[in-house]
């Protein structure tokens, strides 16, 4: 098979993975992820020969893209904007693929190398965006980003029986306030110019 | 056996299964708690017949005093005060009791009865500390309860493999800021007297 096929089988198993992966968890059928992809299940299982090959590839995936939009949102908007939206897109990471995150933090230990890989790269890509809120005068100092994304992950739990996702976005919007409070109180303390 | 025999055995038992249960959480051996209430397993038996009768019973027992305590502090403290040190109260209770709150979260129907009974009592407590505190101009309007308390209970998750609670400390402190943010502000912005 040319190579550029077998990249492109790859790219539609990933995202045939993904969704699944969002609408129905970690646990879904090989043979949906396939059928969703357009390929036999014997070329999922070519390309990826255990589902946690799968869960790892499609992680690495989405990383790279929560680490590709702190870099442009870094770029196109202001500290204080680009903090929010990014931290908007890493709700939507855990909260719409709680799937992901339950194997993430299964403590299962197939997963446990990816757990690390996600904290070495998704934390320093956030503090970046903190450290530069925090020198435009916008939060507090000494937020530390794993903090942070350990409590909005658990933030985006939906209530006990409940698939609402609302709550989260609600709390995790109190806690950048929280975050913001003590600088817009220095803030407001500032003579006027 | 005397009546007041019977109550101190009870006192005992549920003393020493709260014990054991933080300690060793909800799946702790019966005889292990028995030996710690210095009665025989018959003796816990004949008063909690199943084990899901013991951690319900520790649980109404933990509800109480939620209340009681949040009675006790809207009498004797500030607004600000009793709202802080009540959910560090509530803190205490989650986070130390991780095996009871477990079983509260399980979705397992032996314990949806505690869990509604929970929300109906604790919820309306928090609630009037709540309003106390939105009338004395300290956090803004419309604060939900149960929101906050299952955004407390979450945040109260360690991280995984951990058993540190100082995190959960920090960010409930973060989410509280929050709450006191737009408060703050607009008090900010009133002339000084």
């Known amino acids: 098979m040319p190579r550029a096929d077998a990249q492109r089988n790859v790219d539609a198993l990933l995202a045939a993975a993904k969704e699944e992966f969002v609408s129905s968890g970690v646990d879904v059928s090989v043979r949906a992820i396939a059928g969703r992809a357009g390929v036999g299940t014997a070329t999922l299982y070519r390309h990826f020969p255990t589902r946690a090959d799968l869960i790892s590839a499609v992680f690495h995936r989405e990383i790279e893209e929560l680490l590709a939009t702190a870099a442009s949102l870094s770029e196109s908007c202001e500290p204080g904007e680009a903090l929010d939206r990014w931290v908007d897109r890493y709700i939507d990471f855990v909260a719409t693929k709680h799937g992901l995150a339950a194997a993430l933090h299964s403590g299962d230990p197939a997963f446990s190398g990816l757990r690390e890989h996600f904290e070495e790269h998704v934390a320093p890509a956030l503090q970046t965006l903190l450290d530069r809120a925090e020198r435009a005068g916008l939060i507090s100092p000494g937020t530390d980003a794993l903090d942070l994304l350990g409590a909005i992950a658990n933030l985006c739990i939906p209530p006990p029986g409940s698939n609402d996702t609302s709550r989260a976005y609600r709390m ?12 817009a109180r220095s803030m407001a303390e500032r003579p006027s110019p």
């Not at 995790?172 to 600088?183: M, P, T």
């Open 172 to 183: 995790v919007a109190l806690l950048l306030r929280g975050l913001r409070s003590d600088a």
